[in-house]
């Protein structure tokens, strides 16, 4: 069983930037893929951004690239995704998952067996 929590949403100023954190708690954590998800009102959830349990590979959504850094650090248990330069859509409720599964497949929900509480972006005009 693993436990995630998310902290550091908020409201921001378009063009402004958070910093995410995710902390987990349970066996095994290092060999867990980490990833990123966000939902808006209306919409369905799609995934923003991963991080592989040797913390050597990452995937971004194409939305969210280039203004976006997952990293993981495995003594602390926690996973960060620091976004830049946020525009208003990216308004959304974001959660962290986490899943223990090889290969690169990271946009795959249904692999992502553990899912924290998610935590509010709303970025303003």
């Known amino acids: 069983q693993v436990q995630l929590v998310e902290s550091g949403g908020g409201l921001v100023q378009a063009g402004g930037s958070l910093r995410l954190s995710c902390a987990a708690s349970g066996r095994a954590f290092s060999l867990y893929t980490l990833g990123w998800f966000r939902q808006a009102p209306g919409k369905e959830r799609e995934f923003v951004a991963a991080v592989d349990w040797r913390g050597g590979s990452t995937k971004y959504a194409i939305s969210v690239e280039g203004r976006s850094t997952i990293s993981r650090d495995n003594a602390k248990n926690t996973v960060i995704l620091q976004m830049m330069t946020l525009k208003p859509e990216d308004t959304a409720v974001y959660y962290c998952?986490?899943?223990?599964?090889?290969?690169?497949?990271?946009?795959?929900?249904?692999?992502?067996?553990?899912w924290g509480q998610g935590t509010q972006v709303t970025v303003s005009s």
């Open positions: 998952a986490a899943g223990r599964f090889t290969g690169d497949l990271y946009t795959r929900e249904s692999l992502y067996d553990y």
